[in-house]
C-alpha cells in the first residue's frame, strides 16, 4: 500500500488550501483514513480521521478543516480554511485497516500505512 500526499504550499493567513491524498494497493473503501501534522521541532500530531462511522478533528482544527474521501478515486482529501500561521507543518496522510477505537486513530500506532508528507506555510 502506497500514499501519495500533494497540495501542500505557501498560503496568507485567512487563505486555503486543500490537500490530496492517493492510496493505491489495498481496498481503499476499508481504511480509514487520516490527516496528521508536523511542525518544525514539534512531534507529529493529529489533524483530523475519517471513518466509516464518520468524522473526527483535534479541537485545534474544527470548524476550519474539513475531511472527506471519494472511494471511486482511492482519494482522501483535507480542506483547510481559515488558515493561522501556526497551522504551518508537514502534513501526513495515514491509513489503516483495522477497525481501532477512535482514540486510537488519534495517536501515530493507530496506523499502518503513511505517506511522505507535503509542506503548507501560512504566512502572516
Known amino acids: 500500500v502506497q500514499l501519495q500526499a500533494c497540495g501542500g504550499g505557501l498560503v496568507q493567513a485567512g487563505g486555503s488550501v486543500r490537500l490530496s491524498c492517493v492510496v493505491s494497493?489495498?481496498?481503499?473503501?476499508?481504511?480509514?483514513m487520516g490527516w496528521f501534522r508536523q511542525a518544525p521541532g514539534n512531534e507529529r500530531t493529529f489533524v483530523a480521521v475519517i471513518r466509516r462511522t464518520g468524522t473526527s478533528y483535534a479541537d485545534s482544527v474544527k470548524g476550519r478543516f474539513t475531511i472527506s474521501r471519494d472511494n471511486a478515486k482511492n482519494t482522501v482529501y483535507l480542506q483547510m480554511n481559515s488558515l493561522k500561521p501556526e497551522d504551518t507543518a508537514v502534513y501526513f496522510c495515514?491509513?489503516?485497516?483495522?477497525?481501532?477505537?477512535?482514540?486510537?486513530?488519534?495517536?501515530?500506532?493507530?496506523?499502518?500505512?503513511w505517506g511522505q508528507g507535503t509542506l503548507v506555510t501560512v504566512s502572516s
Open positions: 494497493g489495498g481496498t481503499f473503501r476499508s481504511y480509514d
Open positions: 495515514a491509513a489503516t485497516a483495522k477497525s481501532y477505537i477512535l482514540t486510537a486513530l488519534t495517536r501515530l500506532g493507530g496506523y499502518d500505512y
